[in-house]
């Protein structure tokens, strides 16, 4: 992703069940941050995919993995008795004191609040002591592929292996689902050959196909059209700007608080326009192009979000991106500039159109 030309590296640690790459960028003394595309440098994308991961063995999380269910013989037709506030806690302790004990979880999707109590081992005769000991609850014992010790143990291998990854992951240790899962932003060749060696296991893995992934690459400088003149990362979001003369450009400027020196716009031949521009979950974003869409009488931002995905909403901020367009690009007025091409929700206005009724067309027209 474009780096911020004024952030330093800050190096995270794993927190929780959320494993961070080993380093982060952090504004530096809480300055604003502005990018600049001559940092980056590109990674290669490595193959990979559900495919590749299927070949090497690994299990692809199922994307809605439903809970391991008991016999069905073990489910009776019965309430759970009224006045019982502790009956986790109860089934819990003694679970725990039983071979093979995994867990204890209340299946709500599919047997309206029975509890479920794992077992590696034995769990038809766990279901016979469940029935003895609760009686009229409604429990029932589940075969799991491990036990809470086999799980945890197996957790503990996996995550110095995924912290070692340069991406975000998220781990779950086996559950209700009995599996051990390991999602990541894009299944790509490191992280498969990474989790080779736990092939056979409960571990899965799931992410983005690379071919589904926005590559991570720099800011466009420009393109058929158009210009990039800033991109200020501490922007406002939802709105769009258009300057026409030096003055409306300066006080533009001004208004953002961008410090970088303004760059020369001949507004015989160009206008300035702002994209405030913002993912809805806080990913930081790339504007890719600038579409002029003469048909529509449409100028709209072509905004991407790229790289890591899996934590992006700790991270993104709205960002402004000034740039200027060629006059002779523009539809015939009456036109609008957005931020995307989505057309107007039913009796909804657009926070972020600006409708131009003047002919920009024309060199050194105004929009006042």
């Not at 409604?138 to 991406?167: H, I, M, N, W, Y």
């Not at 003055?247 to 716009?265: K, S």
């Not at 579409?291 to 709209?300: A, E, F, N, P, S």
């Amino acid at each position: 992703m474009v780096s911020p030309t004024r952030w330093i590296a800050a190096c995270a640690a794993a927190v929780g069940l959320f494993l961070f790459p080993s380093c982060k960028s952090v504004d530096r003394d809480g300055q604003r941050a502005e990018w600049s595309a001559a940092q980056t440098t590109l990674r290669p994308e490595p193959p990979g995919g559900s495919r590749a991961a299927q070949a090497l063995g690994l299990a692809v999380c199922e994307p809605d993995a439903r809970e391991l269910e008991a016999d069905p013989s073990f489910y009776a037709d019965q309430p759970i008795p009224v006045g019982l506030p502790r009956v986790m806690d109860d089934i819990t302790a003694w679970a725990e004191m039983q071979p093979g004990y995994a867990g204890v979880w209340i299946d709500r999707d599919q047997h309206d609040g029975w509890f479920s109590v794992g077992f590696s081992e034995g769990a038809a005769e766990r279901q016979a002591d469940l029935e003895e000991v609760f009686p009229g609850y409604q429990v029932v014992a589940v075969a799991v592929p491990l036990s809470k010790r086999e799980g945890d143990a197996l957790f503990e291998r996996v995550k110095p292996v995924v912290a070692s990854l340069r991406t975000s992951a998220a781990m779950s240790p086996p559950g209700a689902s009995g599996q051990l899962r390991v999602e990541v932003p894009v299944l790509d060749g490191e992280v498969l050959a990474a989790l080779a060696p736990f092939a056979g296991t409960v571990v899965c893995v799931t992410g983005l196909e690379p071919k589904d992934a926005t590559p991570d690459h720099p800011q466009p400088t420009g393109g058929d059209g158009w210009r990039l003149l800033a991109v200020d990362a501490n922007g406002s979001s939802g709105r769009t700007v258009v300057a026409t003369t030096d003055l409306e450009y300066r006080a533009l400027w001004d208004h953002e608080g961008l410090i970088a020196r303004r760059p020369a716009v001949d507004f015989q031949s160009e206008i300035v326009v702002l994209f405030g521009a913002k993912d809805p979950a806080g990913c930081h974003i790339r504007m890719d192009d600038v579409v002029v869409d003469r048909g529509q009488r449409l100028v709209y931002g072509n905004f991407v979000v790229p790289g890591d995905l899996l934590f992006c909403n700790s991270f993104g901020e709205p960002t402004d991106f000034v740039v200027a367009i060629e006059r002779s690009s523009l539809p015939s007025a009456p036109f609008a500039i957005q931020l995307d091409a989505e057309p107007d929700a039913d009796g909804a206005v657009r926070r972020d159109r600006t409708v131009v009724e003047v002919n920009l067309r024309r060199p050194g027209s105004t929009i006042s």
